[in-house]
């Protein structure tokens, strides 16, 4: 009878604690306001000082977020940094995380958290990242920000390859640009345009606006 109500009272403690991570997910989180807000990715590993640096969340924390992006966590923590929440409608936030990659967390990732259900939606939409190898690289920046009474996120990605580092070198580089036009309905995540002249333009102005 003992040893049953110990582990009846380790099952409510944890219920609790995790209820409680839950409840401080949010406080983890530096609120910003959603006008052109401006994410890029870090040029240095680990600067402190990067804007999407972060804290570092804990294991419980951890478990409200999608399987696979828990799990990346646990292989190599630790992997999830709490950076910036936005408003994204009542009773929903956009968490800003910076999350595992290649090599090392630079993955910054949008979540959207359910203030009442304490969830967060198993879709999620990477805004920035940069790396690198053999030749080949990607880059990735976002801007978020508010039209029509609704939050919208412009993204843009490249792609390129240096031949010149190839076994079988040459001087024709590969360079790829990408655009995409996202917008965000409190849990609901809609592309609405993709690699059009007009989104390549608006890239360009957001650019002339913005600066790292």
Request: proline share 4%.
């Amino acid at each position: 009878m003992k040893k049953l109500l110990a582990v009846m009272l380790l099952v409510c403690g944890c219920k609790d604690r995790t209820s409680s991570n839950e409840d401080n997910l949010l406080l983890a989180y530096e609120t910003i306001a959603a006008d052109t807000v401006f994410v890029f990715p870090a040029k240095d590993d680990f600067n402190e000082n990067y804007f999407y640096h972060g804290k570092v969340l804990d294991s419980l924390q951890i478990l409200v977020f999608p399987q696979e992006i828990a799990a990346s966590h646990f292989n190599d923590p630790p992997g999830l940094f709490a950076s910036k929440r936005i408003k994204v409608g009542e009773n929903y936030w956009g968490l800003i995380t910076r999350s595992p990659s290649v090599y090392y967390p630079s993955s910054i990732k949008l979540f959207i958290y359910n203030e009442q259900t304490k969830k967060i939606n198993p879709s999620y939409i990477e805004l920035a990242e940069s790396f690198g190898d053999a030749g080949d690289s990607f880059e990735k920046e976002s801007w978020i920000f508010t039209n029509g009474g609704k939050l919208n996120i412009l993204i843009h990605q490249n792609n390129s390859h240096d031949h010149s580092l190839d076994e079988e070198p040459d001087d024709y580089p590969e360079n790829h640009d990408q655009f995409f036009l996202l917008q965000l309905n409190k849990s609901r995540i809609d592309t609405v345009g993709r690699d059009s002249a007009v989104l390549a333009m608006r890239v360009k102005k957001m650019k002339e606006y913005t600066h790292r």
